[in-house]
Structure formats: structure tokens, C-alpha cells
């Protein structure tokens, strides 16, 4: 039998992470056709509203029954906007370790959203999961995506050369692959410790709350 993440939504003082739902169709659609987002992703380029409805009703509902992990839709508590994407992926039951990846909107950026949103899954994964590891994977030049590993506890264990495509785009508008470095990143259920204070001190994180 293939072991499965419940269906749940996970709740902090600015955020919900909940199931995609297709009211979320054109809001992934925007946010997925950012240039950041084109960029440091594999997601198709442009990213039409049948990629997101595809994503939303049968892509990210199967990471969950077939047991590979599970996707969060990040919305703000408030405005219930949708506001980035949490995805756990690439899961292994015996060890007990699943890999995080995340995207946030480019008009939600600068407000800590991501390593909320981060921090909240992983003390979810640890403490009500019972997992052991967390991995994290960020191209070398992805200095964002490696700024929310180190807030959030992340180890750095090692670089992986030539082991991702990105993309730049030129001045014609067109779209390049571009071979880069992969840095792996490791959390651990003792590396927490002290990392919610210490992002809610700096004003980078309101602290988890609970899980439903």
C-alpha cells in the first residue's frame, strides 16, 4: 500500500497553505509567467490558463495519492490572494525525507512569505509526519531561493555541478537553456530549534500557530 500525506491545510498568522482549488486557475497563471519564476523553474514558458487548470486538477492532486509528496497553495489569511506554491516532492517513507521547493508571486515578495510558508511545512513534516530530513535544492545563482534556506535552518551539504537547466531571456524576448550548479541543502528536526524566535525577531516570520 502507498503511503500518502493527509489532505490538509496548514495555518500561520499571515498565511494558509490549503489544496489548489479552480479558483486558483488564473491567479497560478500570473504568477507562473513571471520572469523569475520562467527563469528558476521548469514550468512551461508561457504559462497558459490549461497548464494551471492541468496543474491544479491532475498534476498536484497525483503527488499526493501516488505518495511522491504533496502541493500547497499559499494564500494570504487576510485576502485569501494567492500568494506562491509550496511543493514537497521526490518523498522516501523509509528514510523518512522528502525535498521542498517553492515559488512565490513577484507581488509578494519582500514580505517573508516564503520562508513562512517554508518553515511552517517543515515544523509540520517534523513534528506530525515524524520525518527526519528535508532537502532543498537551489541553483547557484539563486540567491533568493538560498536566503530562504538559510533563514529557515538549512544546512549547506554540497554543490552539485552542472546538474540543472535554467533559462535566460535575451533582449529579443527569446528564451535560453543555461547549465548551472545545484547547491543541496539539509534540514533536520534539531536544526528548528530557535529558528521561529529568531525570524520573528528580525520581522521575517510570524510565528507558526497550528495545523488543521
Not at 114 to 132: G, P
Request: with cysteine.
Amino acid at each position: 500500500m502507498t503511503s500518502t500525506f493527509p489532505n490538509i491545510s496548514i495555518s500561520t498568522e499571515r498565511l494558509v497553505l490549503r489544496p489548489f482549488d479552480e479558483d486558483d486557475v488564473t491567479g497560478l497563471a500570473e504568477m507562473m509567467n513571471d520572469e523569475q519564476v520562467g527563469a528558476w523553474t521548469s514550468a512551461p514558458h508561457p504559462y497558459t490558463e490549461a497548464d494551471a487548470r492541468n496543474w491544479i486538477t491532475r498534476l498536484a492532486p497525483a503527488e499526493r495519492t501516488e505518495g511522491r509528496g504533496i502541493v500547497f497553495a499559499v494564500t494570504e489569511f487576510l485576502t485569501q490572494r494567492l500568494v506562491g506554491i509550496v511543493h514537497l516532492q521526490n518523498t522516501d517513507w523509509r528514510v523518512r525525507s522528502s525535498e521542498i521547493a517553492y515559488v512565490v508571486a513577484p507581488w509578494a515578495r519582500g514580505e517573508g512569505y516564503a520562508s513562512e510558508a517554508a518553515l511552517a511545512t517543515a515544523q509540520w513534516l517534523f513534528h506530525d509526519r515524524n520525518f527526519e530530513r528535508l532537502e532543498l535544492r537551489t541553483a547557484a545563482d539563486n540567491t533568493a531561493s538560498q536566503q530562504v534556506a538559510q533563514k529557515i535552518g538549512c544546512i549547506s551539504e554540497g554543490v552539485l555541478r552542472n546538474a540543472w537547466i535554467a533559462r535566460t531571456r535575451g533582449g529579443d524576448g527569446e528564451w535560453t537553456d543555461v547549465r548551472t550548479d545545484v547547491i543541496v541543502w539539509s534540514l533536520l528536526p534539531e536544526d528548528l530549534a530557535g529558528v521561529s524566535e529568531q525570524l520573528a525577531d528580525t520581522g521575517g516570520f510570524t510565528t507558526f500557530t497550528d495545523w488543521n
